[in-house]
T-cell receptor, first 111, second 117 residues
Framework: GQQLNQSPQSMFIQEGEDVSMNCTSSSIFNTWLWYKQEPGEGPVLLIALYKAGELTSNGRLTAQFGITRKDSFLNISASIPSDVGIYFCAGPSSNTGKLIFGQGTTLQVKP | DAMVIQNPRYQVTQFGKPVTLSCSQTLNHNVMYWYQQKSSQAPKLLFHYYDKDFNNEADTPDNFQSRRPNTSFCFLDIRSPGLGDAAMYLC????????????????FGPGTRLTVL
C-alpha cells in the first residue's frame, strides 16, 4: 500500500535556528497536508497543498508540494520554544481517499 | 469558533469495564472519524461515518463500536477495554469525502487519553 516516509525522525535544535523536514513516497499524492501535534493534544492542520509545485506559507512556516507529486517539505524559520511538537505529513490514499500519515518528525527546541 | 470537542479529555477505566468517549462538532461537517494513537505514533483510523453511513476499517477489533445519533455528535464505545486499548483517541471531521471531490482536510479534536487499570 501507499506509504509516507518522513525524515528526520527527530530534531533537537537551538532557538532561532531554521528547520527543514520532508516527506517522500514512492506513489503520487494529489494533496499534501502538514499537521503539528503538541504533547497531549490533537493534531492541528498547519498547511494544505493541492497543486504540484505549490509553495505556501503560514507565518514562519513554508511548505512545498514537490513537482513529481512524490514529496513535500516543511520549513520553519527562526524557531521558538513553542514550535516543539511532532510534525506529521499526510496525504489521501489514491484508492480510498483515507488519510495516510507519515511517522512524524519530533522537534525539540532548546531556549 | 467552529471546532471539534472531545469529552472527557482524560478517562480512566478498569479492565473489562465498558467506556464511552464522545465527540461533538460545530463545523457542520458530513464526515466524522475516530482514530487511535499510541505513544507518538501516527494516528490509526478505526472507522468513519459519512452522514449516517458507517464504515469500519478491516483491522478494527469488534471491541470497538461507534454511534452517530445526529450530525453533531459521534460516540466511541469500547465494550471490554483491555490493557492494550490504553491510548489517545482522536475524533476528526471533514466536509466530505475526497472521492466525492471534496478536499481532504481533516480537523481534529484535542483527544481523550484513555487509561486502563
Amino acid at each position: 500500500g501507499q506509504q509516507l516516509n518522513q525524515s528526520p525522525q527527530s530534531m533537537f535544535i537551538q532557538e532561532g535556528e531554521d528547520v527543514s523536514m520532508n516527506c517522500t513516497s514512492s506513489s503520487i499524492f494529489n494533496t499534501w497536508l502538514w499537521y503539528k501535534q503538541e504533547p497531549g493534544e490533537g493534531p492541528v492542520l498547519l498547511i494544505a497543498l493541492y497543486k504540484a509545485g505549490e509553495l505556501t506559507s503560514n507565518g514562519r512556516l513554508t511548505a512545498q508540494f514537490g513537482i513529481t507529486r512524490k514529496d513535500s517539505f516543511l520549513n520553519i524559520s527562526a524557531s521558538i520554544p513553542s514550535d516543539v511538537g511532532i510534525y506529521f505529513c499526510a496525504g489521501p490514499s489514491s484508492n480510498t481517499g483515507k488519510l495516510i500519515f507519515g511517522q512524524g518528525t519530533t522537534l525539540q527546541v532548546k531556549p | 469558533d467552529a471546532m471539534v470537542i472531545q469529552n472527557p479529555r482524560y478517562q480512566v477505566t478498569q479492565f473489562g469495564k465498558p467506556v464511552t468517549l464522545s465527540c461533538s462538532q460545530t463545523l457542520n461537517h458530513n464526515v466524522m472519524y475516530w482514530y487511535q494513537q499510541k505513544s507518538s505514533q501516527a494516528p490509526k483510523l478505526l472507522f468513519h461515518y459519512y452522514d449516517k453511513d458507517f464504515n469500519n476499517e478491516a483491522d478494527t477489533p469488534d471491541n470497538f463500536q461507534s454511534r452517530r445519533p445526529n450530525t453533531s455528535f459521534c460516540f466511541l464505545d469500547i465494550r471490554s477495554p483491555g490493557l492494550g486499548d490504553a491510548a489517545m483517541y482522536l475524533c476528526a471531521t471533514s466536509r466530505g469525502l475526497p472521492t466525492a471531490g471534496y478536499y481532504n482536510e481533516q480537523f481534529f479534536g484535542p483527544g481523550t487519553r484513555l487509561t486502563v487499570l
